[in-house]
Each structure stands twice: as structure tokens, then as C-alpha cells.
């Protein structure tokens, strides 16, 4: 059995590939949040993208998108549930409290800004997003969906 400075993601998983550990070989929470924002905010290297299958990438989706944040989401929160469960949770004490802590930190940091960005598509994915109107008198665009003139 390893010890808890074992504990991390998937061996070939994602985040494992950029450098993300939680325990003894994770660091400081700084050097988390760092690799944490670079696996959210860009493209993965291909030292990730060789690992894994053209499913598992979608699955992780495009840079600053929702599939990938939320998937970064139910990622730590898997690492973290996974561990409370076992027999010997005691010995992953720091790692789920890292887990956590990196979870809520992604969605503090990061959180808002999906929500805001997906916030006026439908939610129905039969539906279509508003399409944007020619220019008013102002210069700037108008959604199909604005019912007051703002000219």
C-alpha cells in the first residue's frame, strides 16, 4: 500500500500529465493553481493529447469551455469522493483536503466566467442561439431577442 504522498490523479490522465499531485509530491497550492489554470486556459501538449483516445479528449473539450471545466470539476471531486470511501481514508486526509481546496479554487477562479459565458444559450440544445442583428444607429449589435431600442 502507498502512502498518502502517492496520492494523485490518474496516472494518465490529463492533469496527471501537466504535473498535478495533491500530498508530498503536489507542492505548494500555487504550483496546483498554476497547472490547474494552464489545463483549464489552453491547449493540452501533446505529451496529453498522445495519451489519450479522440473520446477521452472530447470529453475534456476545447480550452475555457464548459466541457472542460466541468469535467476538471468532476474530476477532483472524483479524486476526492474516491478516497473518503476507502477503507483507509485517514491516510488521504491531505490529499482530499487538496482536492477540495483545488475544486473550489477552479470555481472561484475560473467559475463565474463559464456561467457568464453560457449564460444566454438555451439550454434545449435543439434550440439555437440568438442570432446577432445588423448594427444599430450606435454601432453596436443587437440580439434577436433585445426588445427595447437602445438607438
Same mark, same amino acid.
Given at each position: ?23 508530498e ?5 500555487l *504550483? ?10 489552453? /491547449? ?10 479522440k473520446?477521452?479528449l472530447?470529453?475534456?473539450?476545447t480550452?475555457r ?31 482530499? *483536503? ?14 463565474? *466566467?463559464?456561467?457568464? *459565458?453560457?449564460?444566454?444559450? /438555451? ?11 445588423? /448594427? ?16
Amino acid at each position: 500500500m502507498r502512502g498518502e504522498h502517492w496520492i494523485d490523479c490518474p496516472e494518465f490522465g490529463p492533469l496527471s500529465i501537466l504535473g498535478y499531485h495533491v500530498g508530498e509530491r503536489g507542492g505548494n497550492p500555487l *504550483r496546483r493553481h498554476e497547472i490547474l489554470r494552464r489545463a483549464f486556459e489552453e /491547449p493540452f501538449p501533446w505529451r496529453v493529447t498522445r495519451e489519450l483516445s479522440k473520446e477521452e479528449l472530447a470529453e475534456w473539450g476545447t480550452p475555457r469551455s464548459r466541457a472542460r471545466f466541468d469535467k476538471m470539476i468532476r474530476s477532483l471531486e472524483s479524486f476526492s469522493s474516491n478516497a473518503q470511501s476507502r477503507e483507509n481514508a485517514r491516510s488521504y486526509r491531505t490529499a482530499i *483536503r487538496e482536492w477540495q481546496s483545488d475544486a473550489q479554487w477552479l470555481r472561484a477562479e475560473h467559475g463565474l *466566467r463559464v456561467a457568464s *459565458r453560457w449564460a444566454n444559450l /438555451p439550454s434545449n440544445p435543439q434550440q439555437t442561439a440568438p442570432r446577432l442583428l445588423s /448594427p444599430n444607429p450606435r454601432g453596436t449589435a443587437r440580439r434577436s431577442h433585445d426588445t427595447t431600442d437602445r438607438g
